[in-house]
């Protein structure tokens, strides 16, 4: 009777201990992924992306939410990243709130490299890290609209993952080079769209995740 009595103490004290997490995972609406799916930027299009971001955000807890990729595409039936997010506020698995809304996020937000979370709640390597992994793919301008003109900037709407495309990053850390350097969405194009590619200018296929609901 003692071990059993003994047992359903150690039991209780695992579930105390686990629900403050699982209790900070639900509030979560803002994540970095903690991997991508590692193919590169063949994500598998944007259903593809967004239920990346539905299993990471399920595995944690998370998955009463439904989650969408920051992602833009261009083409006939483009999409803009900002339109497929939601309205917020958003936050961090921490409660950090990093952004109000739409305008807050593109123009004033509260994106930095602490609160930049992966849904886990860790930091990602950025500048400075071995490796730096602070390229995340967008496809974006800095207001969120899907960059125009010729040039391939979302790897083909994320289903590539060949070495003669490219896809426009931004640094979540807010440093770094290229011609918006401390832009977390719209820092540079990538070398390629492969994964070693992705890696060669310090990123490996991570995205944004915003919870619509």
Known sequence: MRTIKMLGAVALLALVSVSPAQGQAADMTFFLTSAGPGDGANLGGLAGADGHC?????????????????????GSGGVNARDRIGQGPWQNINGDVVARDLDMLHYENNLTKETVLNEKGEMTPGRGDDPNQHDILTG?????????GG???????????????????????????????????SAHGSRGCGQSDLQGTGGNGYFYCFAID
Request: charged content about 10%.
């Open 140 to 148: 974006s301008y800095l207001d969120g609209t899907a960059v125009s």
């Open 54 to 74: 539905q299993s990471l955000a399920s595995a944690v807890g998370a998955g009463g939410r439904t989650w969408r990729a920051y992602l833009s595409t261009t």
């Open 151 to 185: 040039d391939d900037t979302t790897c083909s709407n994320w289903t590539s993952n060949a070495g003669n495309g490219s896809a426009m990053v931004g640094h979540f850390d807010r440093t770094g080079g290229g011609p918006n350097p401390n832009s977390w969405n």
